[in-house]
C-alpha cells in the first residue's frame, strides 16, 4: 500500500516562506519511477496545479506560482518538496502531493498553508 505524508504547512505572513514535504512509502512503490506533483484547494474552490517534476527531473509550474515556488525530489529519501518564497494571501490552502504513473494516482492527506496579509 502506498503512503504519501504531507508536511510543512503552517500560518505565515505575506511575503514569508514555507517548505513543504511529501514522505512516500510502500513495499512496492517505487518513487523515483513516479512523476511528483503538488496540488492545492482553496476554501470553495477546486483543487488546482501548483508544480510538478517528472522522473527525469523536469519540471511545470502554474503561471500564479512561477518565479515563487521550487519544486524538488531526492529519490534516495523518497521525498519530494515544495520551497514556497514570496508568498501571498492567494496562496491560502490546503496542498496535496500527488504520485503519477500510467494508471496509478496517489495523493497525500494535505497540509494546510494560511497566509495572511
Known amino acids: 500500500q502506498v503512503q504519501l505524508v504531507d508536511s510543512g504547512g503552517g500560518l505565515v505572513q505575506a511575503g514569508g516562506f514555507l517548505r513543504l514535504s511529501c514522505a512516500a512509502s510502500?513495499?512496492?512503490?517505487?518513487?523515483?519511477?513516479?512523476?511528483m506533483g503538488w496540488f492545492r484547494q482553496a476554501p470553495g474552490k477546486e483543487r488546482e496545479f501548483v508544480a510538478r517534476i517528472t522522473w527525469i527531473g523536469d519540471t511545470t509550474y502554474a503561471d500564479s506560482v512561477k518565479g515563487r515556488f521550487t519544486i524538488s525530489r531526492d529519490n534516495a529519501k523518497s521525498t519530494l518538496y515544495l520551497q514556497m518564497n514570496s508568498l501571498k494571501p492567494e496562496d491560502t490552502a490546503v496542498y496535496y502531493c500527488?504520485?503519477?504513473?500510467?494508471?496509478?494516482?496517489?495523493w497525500g492527506q494535505g497540509t494546510q498553508v494560511t497566509v495572511s496579509s
Open positions: 510502500g513495499r512496492t512503490f517505487s518513487f523515483s519511477s513516479y512523476t
Open positions: 500527488n504520485a503519477q504513473r500510467s494508471r496509478y494516482d496517489y
